[in-house]
């Protein structure tokens, strides 16, 4: 064996860079590339990851220390080469790039699950002689007790743990520590599985028979199995794209090898991951952070042994130790929870991508709204009907120029009484949450702004989930920041001339509920947003509650365009299809057309049918045309052209590097120091803007640098944007000022 350990030291600093040369000593046992080590590291004690195994070391013997042990859960080295991959793509450490890939629970602080174990019972000869006797013991010796001979005889049938035999038996650890001691019974010690919860639990769905469309999809996808391509599956929703994948991953299985799917936010889709559950069964391991870190812990492990072989999970899951990966879904690829947008700012679906090549295994991202990207990339498979027939619901344009005397115009309430009227549901989304999101004195003109951010403040009315339940507290109107903590009472008068004359503008999610449920009284209304959804399930809760509800409807922000199935809806509204688009971002034509879609796939599911209006004053839009003629082909196609035109991605990379700091001076001198730093190592041809202010957060001023790499410079624009931040991080001159770097921001 090697006798020297390459080790990266699980630190937070940037500064901090290994690997460190450790000498491997015999009764260290098993190490190699992945193994995870305690090490002395100066005077400290750290955990660190075996990135590389090596005859010898430049280190002198004499300065060489050892590890101190080896931890109980490893990491397979292809996954320490894709966290360090990882690392490098976006700009981060190997340190931060590796904490990607460690077992759930284990970090720089060292590793705070374990495995748990338990004891296993089992009767022995003269145990299943006493179980079917009547309380003596076969040779003599003190009759059993009534606990006692329960207890034989919950384990005539079979082996049981000592949990099962507790919950089910009510046996105590005692109890069977006596029968062990008088020979009745063996005990064993086994692993002890922490279970995921109950909200992803497999619903026995049918196996379906595929329709053509599907059947030739599934093909292409088998097909590519061998060769690992990578496809773009496009349908709508209910166009059958998960039957595609479970059926892929039962091939897959059939062929030994294991399966990743991805999927957004699991709170939103606990429906795919039952599904899975469902049809696969126990060797699905479902790993969230809504899991106790002891059943991520344990779910891993499975994972990692082998006895699980397929993951499903949301962006972390691409992480997932499954050896011998064949297939790699990403199901709504489109979905912006797959960003990561904290250092590592990794990219779930660019990971995938990689991954997937590696491994050789076939790559499916599913979506009825494709990215640019991808469809310029991938190959297409087109699902182009709903598996039930019934086609898409037509989109109709209402348009809000001219007067208006709310934020819901007529037709849009005469559209949602009909539907109340015939006992309906529908969904109306508004893409902004609380009451009003800006307020100004009608005298003097002052906005009322956050005191740490240059934002307006937005006014809250309601603290309470759900409409038509009585209100905890009832309505206390409070304003509050939506970039930090700071809420203040909503004031009687202007802070700055007195005036009692506030105005209101703008309309967010609790106030068109509000309304909504006194036009359509009795019908129930129902809120979903991030204030309404804050705890555990309660997401789940309202989306069950509207689903129970005989009529009923849901107004949200884009939450409610995600995720759940509700056959009933036949009308979808969006509010204010505005304000998405004339976001100021170069992806505004595409959220907005895939807001519309999506929302759009909600409406119209049953017999009945569906329609769906879109409130809006740029009816001309390319996005709000194509989304109205159902047109996905024609929409991207106009779309890469613009982008190529001004070259934006996807044909070119973006790097963001973001300064902040209280002090405006430092902040400016930092921002100036560092583009010239940056600069000195830009290739010729990579283009930077900047240093451009951004508004105040949270008491911090704020700088940006834009950097467009053209395709193939990305690497090398991203080692450049390193070396000069790294550099930067050591100087004086930074001190007080934080960094962050961003590639392809979202
Ligand atoms: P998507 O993932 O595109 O939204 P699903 O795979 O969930 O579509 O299919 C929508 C519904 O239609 C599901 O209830 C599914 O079980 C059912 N389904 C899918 N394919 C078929 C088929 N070939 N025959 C009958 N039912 C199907
Ligand atoms: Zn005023
Ligand atoms: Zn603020």
Redo the contacts with the bound molecule.
Sequence with gaps: MPAIAKVEPLVTARALRGPFDYALTEEMGDVGVGTVLRVPFGRRRLLGVVVEMAEESDVPADRLASPIEALEAGVPPELVRLGLWVAREWCSTPSRGLGLVLPPGMGAGGQRVRAQSEFRAELTTLGLEAAAGDGSVPGGGRKLGIRQRATLRALAEGPRTATELRSDAGVEAATLRKLAERGLLGLEKVERRRMPGEETAGAA??R????PA?RAALGEVVDAMDEGGQLLLH??????????YLAAAEEALRRGRGVIVLVPEIALTPQTVGRFRGRLGDTVAVLHSALSVGARYDEWRRLRSGEARVCVGPRSAVFAPVADLGLLVIDEEHDSSYKQESDPRYDARAVARHRAREAGAVLVA?TATPRPESWGELHHLE?PER??GQGMPPVELVDTRGPQTGPIHSRTTEALGEVAREGGKAIVMINRRGWTPYIACRSCGEALECPNCDVSLVLHQYNRPLLGQPATGGPRPELRCHHCAHVEAMPDECPKCGSVSLARVGTGTEHVAEELTELLAPTPVFRLDADAAIGSGSHAKILGEFEAADSAVLVGTQMVAKGHDFPEVTLAVVLDADATLHFPDFRAEERTFALITQLAGRSGRSRKGGRVLVQTRSPEAPSVSAAVSHDAAGFLAGELERREALRYPPFSHLIEVGLSSPDVAALDAAAEGLREAIALHLAPGVEMLGPAPQFRVRGRERRRLLIKAPLGARTATVDAVREAVEQAAGERRLAGVALAVDVDPQ
């Design positions: 769905s049918p379906v028979e595929l329709n599907q349908g709508v929703t209910g166009s059958g794209k998960t039957e595609i599913g699902l598996v039930d």
